[in-house]
């Protein structure tokens, strides 16, 4: 659409503008104001330059933590990416089967975080829960609160539980918009299932797994929510991601230099990976056209 | 009644005559038995807590049962009994509803802007506005109680609507933005010859136009600000606490009441499956901030 220059447009902005400023700029001020300042208390507070960042990063609990949350995201993006397109794949695309999909698969998106925690934490209890009892059941000795191993398989069945939908309803977008003449077109020229979907569907569905893979990754990266309720960060530190441990220095600790420290370096790694992402996906898919 | 009973059978019978002629026809069923068992996997652990809050709390722990065998709703008395629980349920509405009010009210201009003009620096602050969607709720939940702490806003439902407006005002202005576009710009031109001004035009004309686009955009504005928790629960204390918040308190102090904590459980899921019907063909938009 053509587009009128007009720098009054500004105005309707405005209201947007401030509010946005209120609720993200000048907190964000604050967190970098903590992070080169130093406090005995008092409320006095003076100059300390990069020593908490040097802290932070050189802190071993900050690698784990780190280490941590990417192995999750990747966990997650190699799960969840995968089984969407062939859930989206398979979904019926016309007649009632396709409401009925769309409603009950929108469901986990639609529970708060916290209560998806909730109903993971008691359904994998082995004494109330029904996957704890069916698993201690089959002689698995399975017990989320004090394995490891088990805590990560709870949590990133209960994320591919609560978010894989989000990947199915993205792809499903991209492959209604497939004319059926290309189907027909392919059918016409024997194409095999698999080079339909190489070279029909999957260029088509570019465009929403580059916004599935984003979003899973971003979410996925700043998860708090869930795993806290689920295993409050346990067994030991097993669980406890960039945001969980972000809290538990901030608000449990009240240590607000190297929480400052450590936000902005988070959100620097959130936004530097999203940007490079987002380039990388414009630039080739602009190469292609 | 036995006429129809029997063309159903026939029609049944030619249709998996159809299917049995056709090749690969196995295949086709193992590509239904994806989403079924899908949807199943979805749907055994909301099984597993609506049977729990039906359950008396003796039933729970001393029997391990698939069914509740004496289904009651003492739970749910519980919660709609005691103040303590239903206050949260409105707070959390409260709040919810302030902020999907605030963020459409405010968005709709700006959306409108975006989708019209051209401006100074119009593209670096679209952008601006999805970065704070990449921002971790973790990283704001210290400043933002300072924040609101001193302006005196501590435990007031503005405050929760307020600070969800981070993510919320984005996402809306992108939604609205998007259904904006596709109506033309002729619109707006007919409307200014015909002598309406700028926000008679806009009420009267435009927003009819794009009213799903604004239902979809408040449906969204609800929905994040209701599933969001770390940051409403560090804003208030009581007075404004949200029913998510309530139901960790109430887990961690007495550690028995599953059969409750359950029932908070499935009242936090009601709204959103309510209204999911009336937004199932958007909701891949507005996850993806309008952009599919």
């Given at each position: 659409m053509e587009k009128t220059w007009n720098n009054k447009a500004w105005f309707m902005v405005l209201p947007v503008l401030l509010l946005v400023a209120f609720s993200a700029v000048i907190p964000l001020m604050t967190v970098v104001n903590y992070s080169v300042q130093d406090t005995f208390g008092n409320n006095e507070f003076f100059w300390a330059g990069t020593e908490w960042f040097e802290e932070v990063l050189s802190s071993s609990r900050f690698h784990d933590a780190l280490l941590r949350t990417i192995a999750f995201s990747a966990i997650i993006l190699a799960i969840e990416i995968p089984l969407g397109i062939l859930i989206a794949l398979t979904?019926?695309?016309?007649?009632?089967?396709v409401p009925v999909c769309l409603v009950l698969m929108s469901l986990p998106l639609l529970i708060p975080w916290n209560v998806v925690g909730t109903i993971w934490q008691l359904f994998g209890r082995?004494?109330?829960g029904l996957l704890g009892r069916m698993l201690t059941g089959l002689g698995i000795d399975y017990n989320y609160g004090r394995n490891p191993f088990d805590a990560w398989a709870t949590i990133i069945v209960m994320d591919v539980w609560h978010w894989t939908s989000l990947v199915v309803l993205l792809c499903y977008a991209g492959l209604v918009s497939i004319p059926e003449a290309y189907y027909q077109a392919a059918k016409i020229d024997g194409a095999s299932r698999w080079s339909v979907f190489r070279f029909i569907e999957l260029p088509k569905m570019n465009r929403v797994l580059q916004i599935a893979i984003l979003l899973r990754f971003m979410d996925s990266f700043m998860i708090y929510t869930e795993p806290f309720v689920v295993t409050g960060g346990g067994p030991?530190?097993?669980?406890?991601f960039l945001s969980i441990d972000l809290v538990k220095t901030a608000v449990?600790?009240?240590?607000l230099g190297p929480a400052a420290a450590m936000s902005i370096i988070y959100f620097m790694i959130i936004l530097l990976l999203s940007w490079v992402f987002f380039t990388v996906t414009t630039q080739a898919g602009e190469d292609r056209s | 009644m036995t006429a129809t009973t029997y063309s159903g059978t026939a029609n049944n019978l030619s249709r998996a005559g159809i299917r049995v002629a056709t090749a690969g026809s196995g295949r086709r069923r193992l590509k239904r038995l994806v989403p079924v068992a899908y949807i199943l996997f979805l749907l055994l652990p909301v099984y597993w807590l609506v049977s729990l809050s039906l359950k008396s709390n003796q039933e729970i722990l001393s029997s391990f049962t698939?069914?509740?065998?004496?289904?009651?709703?003492t739970n749910f008395r519980v919660i709609f009994n005691d103040p303590a629980w239903y206050e949260t349920y409105i707070n959390s509405m409260t709040y919810v509803f302030l902020n999907m009010v605030i963020s459409v009210t405010i968005a709709l201009p700006a959306a409108y802007a975006f989708s019209r003009y051209r401006f100074l620096g119009d593209k670096h602050l679209f952008f601006w506005l999805l970065t704070n969607r990449m921002a971790p709720p973790a990283v704001f939940v210290l400043p933002f109680f300072q924040l609101y702490s001193a302006f005196g806003l501590?435990?007031?439902h503005i405050a929760v609507a307020i600070a969800h407006c981070l993510f919320n005002v984005p996402l809306a202005v992108w939604i609205l933005e998007g259904f904006m576009s596709g109506v033309p710009k002729e619109i707006d031109e007919t409307a200014y010859i015909d002598g309406y001004s700028f926000p008679r035009f806009f009420v009267k004309i435009f927003m009819p136009m794009i009213a799903s686009g604004i239902g979809v955009a408040a449906f969204f504005c609800f929905m994040f600000s209701w599933v969001e928790l770390l940051i409403a629960r560090t804003l208030t204390?009581?007075?404004?606490?949200?029913i998510a918040a309530a139901m960790t308190r109430t887990s961690s102090a007495t550690g028995l009441d599953y059969g409750v904590l359950a029932a908070a459980g499935v009242l936090t899921i009601i709204p959103g499956a309510l209204v999911i019907w009336f937004v199932r063909n958007y909701i891949a938009k507005g996850f993806a901030l309008g952009r599919v």
């Amino acid at each position: 659409m053509e587009k009128t220059w007009n720098n009054k447009a500004w105005f309707m902005v405005l209201p947007v503008l401030l509010l946005v400023a209120f609720s993200a700029v000048i907190p964000l001020m604050t967190v970098v104001n903590y992070s080169v300042q130093d406090t005995f208390g008092n409320n006095e507070f003076f100059w300390a330059g990069t020593e908490w960042f040097e802290e932070v990063l050189s802190s071993s609990r900050f690698h784990d933590a780190l280490l941590r949350t990417i192995a999750f995201s990747a966990i997650i993006l190699a799960i969840e990416i995968p089984l969407g397109i062939l859930i989206a794949l398979t979904m019926p695309r016309k007649g009632w089967g396709v409401p009925v999909c769309l409603v009950l698969m929108s469901l986990p998106l639609l529970i708060p975080w916290n209560v998806v925690g909730t109903i993971w934490q008691l359904f994998g209890r082995t004494d109330i829960g029904l996957l704890g009892r069916m698993l201690t059941g089959l002689g698995i000795d399975y017990n989320y609160g004090r394995n490891p191993f088990d805590a990560w398989a709870t949590i990133i069945v209960m994320d591919v539980w609560h978010w894989t939908s989000l990947v199915v309803l993205l792809c499903y977008a991209g492959l209604v918009s497939i004319p059926e003449a290309y189907y027909q077109a392919a059918k016409i020229d024997g194409a095999s299932r698999w080079s339909v979907f190489r070279f029909i569907e999957l260029p088509k569905m570019n465009r929403v797994l580059q916004i599935a893979i984003l979003l899973r990754f971003m979410d996925s990266f700043m998860i708090y929510t869930e795993p806290f309720v689920v295993t409050g960060g346990g067994p030991g530190s097993a669980t406890t991601f960039l945001s969980i441990d972000l809290v538990k220095t901030a608000v449990g600790q009240f240590d607000l230099g190297p929480a400052a420290a450590m936000s902005i370096i988070y959100f620097m790694i959130i936004l530097l990976l999203s940007w490079v992402f987002f380039t990388v996906t414009t630039q080739a898919g602009e190469d292609r056209s | 009644m036995t006429a129809t009973t029997y063309s159903g059978t026939a029609n049944n019978l030619s249709r998996a005559g159809i299917r049995v002629a056709t090749a690969g026809s196995g295949r086709r069923r193992l590509k239904r038995l994806v989403p079924v068992a899908y949807i199943l996997f979805l749907l055994l652990p909301v099984y597993w807590l609506v049977s729990l809050s039906l359950k008396s709390n003796q039933e729970i722990l001393s029997s391990f049962t698939l069914w509740p065998q004496n289904p009651t709703l003492t739970n749910f008395r519980v919660i709609f009994n005691d103040p303590a629980w239903y206050e949260t349920y409105i707070n959390s509405m409260t709040y919810v509803f302030l902020n999907m009010v605030i963020s459409v009210t405010i968005a709709l201009p700006a959306a409108y802007a975006f989708s019209r003009y051209r401006f100074l620096g119009d593209k670096h602050l679209f952008f601006w506005l999805l970065t704070n969607r990449m921002a971790p709720p973790a990283v704001f939940v210290l400043p933002f109680f300072q924040l609101y702490s001193a302006f005196g806003l501590i435990d007031t439902h503005i405050a929760v609507a307020i600070a969800h407006c981070l993510f919320n005002v984005p996402l809306a202005v992108w939604i609205l933005e998007g259904f904006m576009s596709g109506v033309p710009k002729e619109i707006d031109e007919t409307a200014y010859i015909d002598g309406y001004s700028f926000p008679r035009f806009f009420v009267k004309i435009f927003m009819p136009m794009i009213a799903s686009g604004i239902g979809v955009a408040a449906f969204f504005c609800f929905m994040f600000s209701w599933v969001e928790l770390l940051i409403a629960r560090t804003l208030t204390v009581t007075a404004a606490k949200p029913i998510a918040a309530a139901m960790t308190r109430t887990s961690s102090a007495t550690g028995l009441d599953y059969g409750v904590l359950a029932a908070a459980g499935v009242l936090t899921i009601i709204p959103g499956a309510l209204v999911i019907w009336f937004v199932r063909n958007y909701i891949a938009k507005g996850f993806a901030l309008g952009r599919v």
